[in-house]
């Protein structure tokens, strides 16, 4: 898929990453270990772009994509508040798991557990979305983006696969077992990815 530059970072850490906890839409801040992440991408976007003259900032509306998207900003010289947010970014919703860790996951239910872990790409849990559900509602926000445009976007690790199934031309077997990175940054422009 062709279009826009854009770079793209997951938020920070927040205790609930720690601890490997169903995060989802539930608004958990960063905790100093992802404020460091956010700095570090940070100054890693200045080192790339300078002032981002000509680039358009994007974040979830969730507090720690956007407190991630602020820092960033910061480390770039840029006025922390001067960006937009777009629902379309929000993280995917992990239903009735939200809060939950995988091993009380496992503890609960070993059936669907190990169900979750092959079908990882198709499980929707309970009141919940599926990384297809994310594919759908991506895909309309990336073919709404002006194509000339260049965009910074701070999001979740969920739409993060997803993007990088979209744009990065990686299949759903690579994209679904991918452990999204916090203290990275990703380029994609053109069906081409870039890590730094």
Known sequence: MSGPLIYY????????????RFQGRIDIPLNDTGR???????????????????????????????ETMEIIRTEMGLDPSKYSTDESLIEMSYG??????????KAQDR???????????TFRPEGGENQEDVVVRIKAWYESLDPNQKYVVSAHGAVG???RYLLGG??????????????????????NEELF
């Open 161 to 163: 696969r997803v993007v």
């Open 111 to 121: 059936e669907l557990y190990y169900f979750r872990k092959k079908n990882r790409w």
């Open 9 to 20: 970072v997951r938020h920070g850490q927040t205790d609930w990453n720690a601890e490997l």
């Open 36 to 66: 460091a992440q956010a700095k570090h991408n940070g100054k890693n976007l200045a080192k790339v772009l300078g002032t981002a003259e000509g680039f358009e900032f994007i974040s979830s509306p969730l507090g720690r994509s956007r």
């Open 170 to 191: 990686i299949s759903v077997e690579e994209a679904e077992k991918f452990m999204f990175p916090q203290d990275k940054v990703f380029k994609f422009q053109n069906g």
């Open 96 to 105: 009735n798991l939200e809060g939950t860790t995988q091993a009380e996951m």
